[in-house]
């Protein structure tokens, strides 16, 4: 029996280092994992560099790359594919941002990064897009809010580069810098205008809304600025189903990953009750998964929060909601003709809070794949798999094979 379906599930960010509070376990090693250890029992085990080794892969680089879309080559920045994950069409040639609601003091200090994780911020996004005006520039623009925190900007019009800083500090207590341009390009110049114009209105805005009086109020932190940072100039992508002959569907709940996968033409199911946090509902992203397997060869899913707690170096939490990631995925045992892919993206380690280039677990379970001797799935016992080391973009070419649609090389 050869499998007909793929199901590409990419736990973002699970795979880790030893952790203290673990008793020097990794988080994937100290969670009770049954179901994720019987999908190893039951396959083909490996690690897996997303990009290469010694390289810290990032969450756009990596997924372009297990998808088979070479980074070195398709890779333009994180913001147009963030900004088409909010819902905002990118057309070749528009500036896309990624950006995050933040609060400054009065002094213009920023006190939170992420104004407490704030959700729901669709109404300060609209009040933005329909007062900030850019037309003394000659410019449009679009800006969305993502998941959480997140948002994203793309401006269109003529002579813009990309080629521009971040007023993203990365650090609270400080002032955010102007965005300036990196090149003597004019037309990065007049992006940076743009940028640090966009930010100066959209503050005025932020500051007098009522969201944002509210949560004052209630001793919250506002959303009263914006950090933007990622810039990119939108470029054409290889359609999937021309690459591959598959038709296929993205589950995700951040919309980077949204992004990616429909820019390379993947269809976006929205799936109610996902957050991209620890607090969302991967029972429901399961049961959408399944039933889009019924009408699709392909489906792309991403379950985020572990790469959160990583990067938040809470390693129980993190080995928590990896329990929480195991429980759902028993309906997919079930899959007599899909071929099960597990892997995550990129390691997330609790000690350092960020990605790392440590290489990932990956399984492959279904119908003709050569089953090893691996019983668990964590990052130590992955290693010792008859996938033994490979890197991102060999997952693609190897699952084509297996489902007997990869082209003969040679005669």
């Known amino acids: 029996m050869i499998a007909q379906k793929v199901l590409f599930l990419v736990l973002d960010g699970i795979s880790d280092r030893p952790c203290e509070a673990l ?13 994720l250890d019987r999908i190893a029992a039951e396959g083909i085990c490996g690690i897996m560099d997303t990009i290469s080794p010694g390289i810290r892969p990032g969450s756009d680089t990596s997924h372009l790359s297990l998808l088979g879309y070479p980074p070195q080559d398709h890779y333009t920045g994180r913001g147009p594919l963030e900004a088409e994950g909010t819902g905002i069409h990118m057309t070749a040639g528009m500036i896309g941002f990624r950006c995050n609601f933040a609060t400054v003091d009065e002094n213009g200090l920023v006190t939170d990064r992420r104004a407490g994780r704030i959700s729901g911020t669709k109404p300060l996004a609209e009040a ?4 900030v005006d850019l037309s003394a520039l000659g410019l449009e623009f679009r ?17 813009l580069g990309d080629k521009v800083s971040s007023n993203d500090p990365k650090k609270e207590g400080v002032r955010p810098p102007e965005i300036r341009a990196c090149t003597d390009d004019p037309a990065d110049a007049k992006t940076a205008r743009a940028c640090n114009e966009f930010i100066r209105q959209s503050a005025k805005i932020l500051y007098h809304h009522p969201i944002n009086i509210q949560r004052m109020k209630e001793g919250l932190p506002p959303a009263n ?67 889009e397997l019924g009408r699709k060869d392909f489906v792309l899913m991403n379950i ?89 973009c060999d997952l693609m070419p190897i699952v084509m094979d297996l489902i007997n649609k990869s082209h003969k090389y040679g005669a």
């Open 304 to 392: 985020k929060g572990a790469d959160e707690a990583g990067h938040d170096g809470n390693a129980a939490q993190k080995r928590d909601f990896i329990e929480v990631i195991d429980a759902a995925l028993e309906p997919l045992l079930g899959l007599d003709d899909t071929l099960i892919v597990v892997c995550a993206d990129h390691s997330t380690p609790c000690s350092v809070r960020d990605h790392s280039a440590d290489p990932v677990p990956v399984v492959i379970r279904g119908p003709g794949v050569r089953v090893d001797r691996v019983r668990q799935f964590d990052e130590v016992s992955s290693a010792e798999g008859g996938l033994h080391r490979i890197r991102g």
């Open 23 to 35: 008793d020097g376990k990794t988080p994937l090693a100290a969670a009770r994992t049954p179901v």
């Open 128 to 131: 933005i897009q329909d007062s």
């Open 143 to 159: 800006f969305n809010s993502g998941a959480g925190h997140r948002a994203a900007l793309a401006l269109i019009g003529d002579e």
């Open 225 to 291: 600025y914006l950090l933007i940072r990622g810039a990119g100039k939108m470029g054409r992508f290889p359609q999937f189903s021309e690459r591959y002959g598959l038709s296929g569907s993205v589950i995700a709940a951040a919309t980077l990953i949204v992004g990616i996968g429909k820019v390379v033409g993947l269809e976006h199911i929205p799936v109610p009750g996902t957050t991209g946090s620890v607090n969302s509902d991967v029972g429901a992203k399961v049961r959408a998964a399944i039933g």
